[in-house]
């Protein structure tokens, strides 16, 4: 039986990835589909990217890009690190590389390259890092970064009357656009919630690997998830972003 598995934030977490994929079964029958950040937070970052370029040589994957996807991209081809990024946990990503040769380097960089902006299937499910605020939805969105920086698609959700249906003359046209919509990026810590979050028709896949929390996948069909353990006990020497 081939499933579809999206997963969330993974944050230089390449423990807790190894763990998620053993825990969900995963054979290359699989299809996965990651939502991005997988660099910058713990000190694996440059690992994971060089496991899912032979990963997926195999494996039928989807990589959507992220924030932190973008300035590791940047820094890859510009050797510049803004501090903004070094404090967000792109110091560790860069710490990750040291030992890195430039061929190997570029062949990371290519692959930021060919990370997907946002992914939409033959259900209408849309998987994006974070949001779009263009009621026509992200193809139509003015600002690109919105699709890796958005939170007010995910606040809108948190915010809703649970009653509002489809239907209803109040609920978001923007969700309407799409059967189902999964994000990362806004950790459901911030809720009080360590696992994948449903609001209206938002799953929010971002369990805080990142922080405290735990990296989880999903089975888009049956909603039935695995999560790692707690990143801070995985990485017992290290401490995670601020």
């Known amino acids: 039986m081939s499933r579809t598995l999206v997963i969330g934030d993974i944050h230089g977490g390449f423990k807790a990835l190894k763990q998620v994929l053993e825990r969900a079964e995963v054979t290359q029958n699989d299809q996965l589909i990651f939502l991005g950040d997988y ?31 973008t300035w590791c991209e940047d820094w890859l081809v510009s050797g510049l690190a803004p501090d903004l990024w070094l404090f967000n946990g792109g110091q560790k990503t860069v710490e990750s590389y040291a030992h890195y040769s430039l061929e190997k380097k570029l062949a990371h960089f290519e692959f930021f390259q060919k990370m997907k902006s946002y992914y939409v299937d033959d259900q209408n499910r849309l998987f994006i890092h974070a949001g779009y605020a263009s009621m026509h939805g992200p193809e139509k969105e003015v600002y690109s970064s919105n699709y890796r920086w958005d939170r007010t698609l995910w606040e809108t959700a948190v915010a809703m009357d649970k009653k509002l249906t489809r239907n209803s003359e109040l609920y978001p046209k923007r969700f309407l656009l799409y059967n189902e919509i999964f994000i990362g990026h806004t950790p459901t810590l911030d809720i009080g919630i360590t696992t994948p979050a449903h609001k209206a028709n938002i799953w929010n896949m971002d369990t805080g690997a990142a922080y405290t929390g735990a990296l989880s996948i999903m089975d888009i069909n049956t909603k039935e998830f695995w999560q790692s353990d707690p990143l801070p006990s995985l990485y017992a020497n290290e401490k995670g972003r601020n």
């Open 39 to 69: 660099v910058d937070g713990w000190s694996e970052s440059s690992q994971i990217i060089q496991f899912l370029i032979e990963f997926s040589e195999n494996q039928d994957c989807i990589f959507i890009k992220g924030n932190h996807d």
